[in-house]
């Protein structure tokens, strides 16, 4: 089946850029362009269920032409700009649990390596447990303003648990400067408050909080090196939204106020 047989009986699910116009929702199923690594990827959801992680989909497939079939989770997805609700202090205490849980459940499998899992987002240190790499907004599925589910797992790669705590606070404290922020996030959403609620919410140890500001740098520069890739191979929606949204100089800007404020937000998480 094409996107364009799915799209004739299925509904279009927005969110991504990376698969955009190509997911659709079909009844109790999600069918989506299967990534590279969907059968390890689904040996590996199987495994987070068997550690008690239910908050992800559930694998049910995989077709002939490469698409891959997931189960429809129920809920709120939140699209930018984002609306207040899922930028509320206890929205973001949910995820941060959320993703504790995860990382109880993935810390306890093995992960396979003969898998060449992306590079993408991945932790440039490397590690022994798979992160998910992409806890953004529109890959969070809310249920009465609580997060209850963790999607789209495509960039989920090898990492340091503290990596995805750090990508996770770019997209939700978010760990952008002022001006970049009002873009995308309702106003007046004070990062060091949060960034602490993040932490304390997923319940960082003393070492990680230590590490984690400079970890939330290196996140940024790997972002901004995925969106370069993007833009280098003549990606349409990246080029677009780069230019749309002030080009390199934002990311600048985004990684001049990350560097400038490091002192305060290492204080806000441990004083
Ligand atoms: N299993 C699912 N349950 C509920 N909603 C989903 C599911 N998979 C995708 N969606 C919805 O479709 C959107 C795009 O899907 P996603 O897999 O995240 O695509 P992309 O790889 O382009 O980011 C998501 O933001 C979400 O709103
Ligand atoms: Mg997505």
Redesign the pocket.
Known sequence: MTAGDAAADGEA????????G??F?RGAL?E??APRTARALHTHLLALREHGFDE??MPVGLTADRREH??????D?A?PPFPRWVMTQSALRSVGGLLRRLHEASAAITVDTGVEWPRDLSDPEGGTMLCHN?VCP??V?FRDGHAA?L??F?LAAPGRPLWDVAMTARYWVPMLDPRSATAFYPTGLDAPTRLRILADSYGLSPQDRADLPGAIEQATASCRAFVAGRVADGDPGYTQALAERGGWQRWDRMQEWLAAHHEMFTAALLN
């Open positions: 699910l927005v969110g991504g850029m990376l698969n955009a190509a997911v929702r999600v989506r362009p992800a989909p997931l189960t429809f989770i129920p809920g997805v699209l992409d529109e890959n599925v589910a999607i789209d495509d």
